[in-house]
């Protein structure tokens, strides 16, 4: 697959491999595969999100649920806004944290529907890490609040908040954190890793690392499915595990004193997840909207993305006293929250190319070929103790009341 760019691209390719090859020098010749993702995707200046590269819309890698509809945060608000309401009720102070912002889309989305309902909060928090993101999200948003001044303010963080009352959102924030890949060898659960190929010679730098069966993964770090059913796995076999996303889970989590944490991501319960048919995992590379199996292809320049496994960062929210309100796949929580009134209500059937164009952006984000089933929307809450109106608020929030799916075998 040629789809090299320029040679400034390549300069840039060769800079961060540099810095990659620098450290794996340090750690004795080798990296755990999360170790080697952190650096593709968030090494200073160099890495995928923090470089000054396009990655939304028709010219970027990839197209997020906020940038194909403005349907998507209207339904959003539809779910946050009795919970925003809850609090503003009781003149208790509250705010939207949403991670990893995108182009600010989705804020800006949110934000105008609330205002319709009279359900803004008092802040809405932006904690974004690539600093390419923050500028165009302040830009977007500082137009848009220029052409409509709500009384609210948009506060860009960089950290989680010790103690938060009222919405946390995450689209897509997930795939992005760092996995370690880990591959069965002689009846144990061993750490891939990557080496420096001596005898690289490829421009696109596919062969300028190689793999490496690494050291044993403690087990206390290995989801229990893994232990449980070595056996089913031949040697070879290659998946992911997500220390990373549980420990991240853990501080949102812990974070929160009361509220309602929504995210939105691709993936599957552990039990498909971890099928003996997936035997090469689920993680891959992502330039200008191919899909790559190859994780050395460009570095910097592709996205490296992995699955959600839900299963385990469910059981890491119940621990931490989160309660599960929402398990479904993205389609059917958008039906049930009614995005197909939003769609009837906002669209001009006698427009027939406004209409046509709007009915395939809709299909998009529900239908099963699309972003619809593999897509999936998780939501927790937590609550003050005895605070039974707010426990009973969010068992009856839009999109939360239809039968969930399974998230345990």
């Not at 020098?25 to 755990?32: A, C, I, N, T, W």
């Not at 062969?207 to 059913?229: A, I, K, T």
């Not at 191919?290 to 570095?299: E, G, K, N, Q, T």
């Amino acid at each position: 697959m040629d789809i090299l760019t320029s040679s400034e691209a390549l300069e840039h390719c060769q800079l961060l491999s540099n810095l990659i090859d620098e450290e794996i020098e340090k750690h004795g010749g080798k990296l755990h595969f999360s170790q080697f993702m952190e650096f593709i995707l968030y090494s200073p200046h160099y890495g995928y999100y923090t470089s000054g590269s396009f990655k939304f819309g028709a010219k970027g890698d990839f197209i997020t649920a906020p940038e194909i509809s403005p349907l998507f945060g209207a339904t959003i608000a539809q779910t946050i806004g009795p919970v925003l309401h809850y609090f503003l009720e009781k003149n208790q102070p509250c705010s939207i944290l949403e991670f990893g912002a995108g182009s600010g889309k989705l804020c800006q989305d949110i934000l105008m529907n609330l205002h319709q309902n009279n359900q803004l909060p008092g802040k809405y928090l932006i904690l974004e890490v690539s600093p390419e993101l923050r500028d165009r999200q302040k830009k977007l948003l500082g137009r848009f609040l220029k052409d409509h001044p709500y009384p609210i303010e948009i506060e860009w963080v960089s950290k989680i908040p010790d103690q938060f009352d009222g919405v946390v959102l995450a689209n897509e924030v997930l795939d992005a954190i760092p996995v370690d890949l880990v591959i069965k060898q002689n009846a144990h659960w061993h750490y891939r890793c990557v080496s420096k190929c001596l005898k690289a010679s490829s421009p696109s730098f596919s062969d300028h690392w190689q793999w490496l069966v690494g050291e044993r993964v403690p087990m206390d770090l290995l989801p229990s499915y893994l232990v449980e059913s070595i056996n089913l796995y031949p040697d070879g076999y290659i998946t992911e595990i997500h220390p990373q996303s549980n420990a991240w889970l853990r501080a949102v989590a812990n974070s929160i004193r009361q509220g309602l944490f929504v995210t939105f991501d691709y993936g599957f319960p552990e039990k498909e997840y971890y099928h003996v048919q997936r035997h090469q995992g689920t993680h891959m590379a992502h330039h200008r909207h191919h899909a790559i199996p190859d994780m050395f292809y460009l570095p910097g320049l592709c996205d490296i993305t992995s699955h959600v496994e839900w299963t385990s960062l469910n059981r890491t929210a119940l621990r931490c006293g989160m309660s599960l309100m929402n398990y479904q796949s993205q389609g059917a929580y958008l039906l049930h929250a009614g995005i197909g009134g939003l769609f009837l209500s906002t669209t001009d059937p006698t427009n027939a190319k406004d209409y046509a164009i709007a009915a395939n952006s809709f299909q998009k984000l529900i239908s099963e070929a699309e972003m619809g089933e593999l897509f999936k929307t998780i939501a927790w809450s937590r609550n003050l103790p005895g605070s039974i109106d707010f426990e009973n608020l969010c068992a009856t929030l839009p999109g939360f009341t239809d039968k969930q799916r399974l998230l345990e075998a």
